[in-house]
């Protein structure tokens, strides 16, 4: 049986269940204390932060992936139950493609688009509770952190960001976009990375048509451009070297990015504070396709890294379309400043292609694949003429392996 995607723009008029879904999702359980800061990075310790200026030790730069949507279709969650042995769920395999991608980053950023159910109340489209074995699934690639911020964070309502919420802390895994109290809301997600201190913010277009929770109004980050600026001087000020915006945007099954995408992108990246920019790199999912990569105002912008897990995908059209099954991750390495107070630039960018083999329920290096002789040069092929569309090689983007 094939998969739909979770857009509120793809489902029909005959689709009443889901629409009935819509209307009772909402819970007003109380609000708990906001938990405690979760470790810093899952990886090897970073080296002591230097001053800078005449005298000091270098700083460390760093290197930072990101990748597309986690969003596991009923056919995932059975694949998972599958490789636990039919007994509870297991996410690792699947992932283990990208994992010499992932952990050797200094910094690894997932994007989460479902919430978390328990026990045992694990559903598909249209309204996603995954099983909450998929942080420790990410844990163990290698992520550090993840978006949570998406047209699907509130199909199981509160209970459903402190579930998905509480296992991404127990897992280790940092996160950015929802939230389970107004304080936790307010706090920027900061790591550090090399001798850099990383601010990762996240945002969503909306909501599926669900309410935010009564009284919660800061449960989910939408997209407001004054709202992401203040955010990111806010963690500027907080202490962040560099900025990272996730933003979930666009349109579904549009390889290229729409105008609000593109308007968006260039207000962020003209934003500056004392001449330095204030965002230094957006990294965007949504349209379940791979979109470009470009250099906008001088920063980098992925507009969409399409899926790193879904199950098999139907276009708006009814038909099954392999692009939704494909993706890429993004791999940016840092320099440090060569003064003090100046900007982190990135001195190396580069796009690692990806697929999802629905049939085998594996993450797929298609470089690394193709290396070992797999005929995978024509999905490759697609995915970097999307990815080099705007004009990335000549801006100095790379294919990596």
Known sequence: MTERTGSFRARTA????????????????????????????????????????????????????????????????????????????????????????????????????????EDGDYTGYPAFKSPPQVAAALAATGYDACSTASNHTLDAGMSGIRRTLDALDKAGVRHAGSARTAAEARRPTIMKAGDAKVAHLAYSYGTNGYP?????????????????????????????????????????????????????????????????????????????????????????VIYGMGDQIAGDMINYAGEHDPRGNQGTIGRFTFAAPKQPGGRWEVAKAEFVPQWFDTGDGRVVNLNAAIKRGADYTDVRDRIRRVVLSRGAAEQGLLMGS
């Not at 009935?20 to 970073?46: F, I």
């Not at 933003?247 to 290229?256: F, I």
């Open 212 to 300: 935010l929770p009564a009284g919660k109004p800061w449960a989910l980050n939408l997209i407001d451009a004054k709202k992401i600026i203040a955010d990111a001087r806010a963690a500027r000020e907080a202490g962040a070297d560099v900025v990272v915006v996730s933003p979930h945007w666009g349109t579904e099954w549009q390889n290229q990015p729409d105008a609000r995408q593109r308007s968006l992108a260039k207000r962020l990246t003209a934003s500056k504070t004392n001449g330095r920019p204030d965002i230094d790199l957006i990294i965007g999912t949504h349209a379940h396709v791979p979109q470009p990569y470009e250099k906008v105002n001088g920063t980098w």
């Open 14 to 117: 005959g689709a009443a269940l889901a629409a009935l879904l819509l209307a009772a999702v909402t819970s007003c359980t109380a609000e708990p204390q906001a938990p405690a800061p979760g470790p810093q990075s899952s990886k090897k310790p970073p080296a002591p932060s230097a001053a800078g200026g005449p005298g000091a030790a270098p700083r460390k730069g760093f290197t930072l992936v990101a990748s597309g949507d986690v969003l596991p279709h009923a056919s995932i969650i059975r694949q998972a139950n599958a490789d636990a042995g039919g007994d509870g769920y297991d996410f690792r395999p699947m992932l283990l493609g990208v994992k010499p991608v992932v952990s050797k980053a200094d910094l690894a950023i997932c994007h989460m688009e479902t919430v978390y159910g």
